[in-house]
């Protein structure tokens, strides 16, 4: 086990319905990034929090938001949810930055029906 | 900008050799690569941060060309437990901006 966590591991929404998505950074690590994983294909970045900002944002629309909490647990919101937005969400925190190793939580398995 | 993965998919017999290569249109700054087994999480393998640079535990190295903008990913003498997609990232971005972009992997089978 990584020692991230993530909650929900299952979860099943209606379409138009909001949802948020937690994550639990492993300790001493300050940086957690989020990302979609559609059946088959590799991870598709959402966006990165460091110390509590967004640091970086792939091409995903503003209905996808994110927090970091000061104890660098962070969220994922998701409004006004769409069918293709059904996949599987992981986090992944790592100590600052990019290349440094990135220990991935289990993931939520969001379904929008 | 995604990095590009070959070969898409690769079965083996325990025991044998396989290569899995990781190439860029853009250049590289670093790769990493990651093993993810069905139904769990991707797990970080090694991360190449410079160019002509080689890492390698157990049976699995990898190398970095910086100049071909590309990375290769050697998997010797292949064990059942070395089955799973493989992913390779590579960084874009700058400063506080940077992210990881993976590719669409590549599923490795191995069979006893």
């Known amino acids: 086990e990584t020692g991230v966590t993530q909650s929900p591991t299952h979860l099943i929404k209606t379409r138009g319905q909001q949802v948020t998505l937690r994550c639990s950074s492993q300790?001493?690590?300050?940086?957690v990034s989020w990302y979609q994983q559609a059946l088959g294909q590799g991870p598709q970045f959402i966006f990165q929090y460091y110390r509590e900002e967004e640091n970086g944002r792939g091409n995903f629309p503003p209905r996808f938001s994110g927090l970091q909490f000061p104890n660098y647990s962070s969220e994922l919101n998701v409004n006004a949810l769409e069918l293709d937005d059904s996949a599987l969400y992981l986090c992944a925190s790592s100590r600052t930055g990019v290349n440094t190793e990135a220990f991935f939580g289990q993931g939520t398995r969001l379904t929008v029906v | 900008q995604q990095p590009v993965q070959s070969p898409q998919a690769v079965i083996l017999r325990e025991g044998e050799d396989a290569v899995i290569n990781c190439s860029s249109s853009?250049?590289?700054?670093?790769v990493h690569w990651y093993r993810q087994k069905h139904g769990e999480a991707p797990v970080f393998l090694m991360i190449l941060l410079k160019g002509g640079e080689q890492k390698g535990h157990d049976k699995i190295s990898a190398s970095f060309n910086e100049k071909k903008q590309q990375s290769s990913l050697y998997l010797t003498a292949s064990q059942l437990s070395y089955s799973g997609t493989y992913f390779c990232?590579?960084?874009?971005?700058?400063?506080?901006?940077?992210?990881?972009?993976w590719g669409l992997g590549t599923s490795l089978a191995v069979n006893p």
């Open positions: 853009k250049a590289l700054y670093s």
């Open positions: 990232g590579t960084e874009i971005g700058t400063g506080n901006n940077r992210k990881l972009i």
């Open positions: 300790s001493g690590h300050n940086t």
